[in-house]
């Protein structure tokens, strides 16, 4: 009985390892690091950032400005004029909240930009690692940049070169 046990557990083993799968890493950072189009993008990215920033800015200051302003006549004001003024500085405050929202919301000008300059090379990278998948008969492909539970990986299953040769770089 116990000669067949180790027969069957030999044969399994044998089994297993003859359907082993491959495996390969890449890395994102440095893929993207090395493709101009990439930095270029990001480049772009932020100047409108920082456009828009100053545009808000400008807005929350004027705002502020109001308020100061508020504050130092508040004595001398008729509850009129005092309901008028916060009124004002209440709409100059929300208006820059919501030029705030429109650009750097989750569904801003920033993500929708982000997503039309990043979303073709991405795919390119996609699509290259995909192939190389492919011809390699690779198995699963993970990506070392966002691994953060990948302990240590030899550097031999790194692919990140091959995609890079693959996207012309």
């Given at each position: 009985?116990?000669?067949?046990?180790?027969?069957?557990?030999?044969?399994?083993?044998?089994?297993?390892?003859?359907?082993?799968?491959?495996?390969?890493?890449?890395?994102?950072?440095?893929?993207?690091?090395?493709?101009?189009?990439?930095?270029?993008?990001?480049?772009?990215?932020?100047?409108?950032?920082?456009?828009?920033?100053?545009?808000?800015?400008?807005?929350?200051?004027?705002?502020?400005?109001?308020?100061?302003?508020?504050?130092?006549?508040?004595?001398?004001?008729?509850d009129?004029?005092?309901?008028?003024?916060?009124?004002?500085?209440?709409?100059?405050?929300?208006?820059?909240?919501?030029?705030?929202?429109?650009?750097?919301?989750?569904?801003?000008?920033?993500?929708?930009?982000?997503?039309?300059?990043?979303?073709?090379?991405?795919?390119?990278?996609?699509?290259?690692?995909?192939?190389?998948?492919?011809?390699?008969?690779?198995?699963l492909?993970l990506?070392?940049?966002?691994?953060?539970?990948?302990?240590?990986?030899?550097?031999?299953?790194?692919?990140?070169?091959?995609?890079?040769?693959?996207?012309?770089?």
């Amino acid at each position: 009985m116990k000669k067949i046990f180790f027969v069957l557990a030999a044969l399994f083993i044998g089994t297993l390892t003859s359907f082993s799968q491959k495996f390969a890493l890449v890395d994102m950072e440095y893929i993207l690091k090395k493709i101009p189009a990439y930095e270029m993008a990001n480049d772009q990215l932020a100047q409108v950032s920082k456009k828009w920033q100053a545009e808000v800015d400008q807005q929350t200051k004027e705002a502020k400005d109001l308020y100061t302003k508020y504050q130092s006549e508040m004595v001398y004001l008729s509850d009129d004029l005092k309901a008028k003024r916060e009124a004002e500085i209440l709409a100059k405050e929300k208006s820059a909240a919501e030029l705030k929202k429109s650009y750097f919301g989750s569904e801003g000008e920033l993500y929708k930009k982000r997503q039309s300059l990043l979303t073709p090379i991405q795919d390119e990278i996609y699509n290259a690692v995909k192939a190389l998948s492919e011809e390699k008969g690779y198995t699963l492909i993970l990506d070392r940049a966002s691994g953060e539970n990948i302990i240590f990986a030899s550097p031999k299953i790194d692919i990140s070169d091959e995609v890079l040769q693959k996207l012309g770089y």
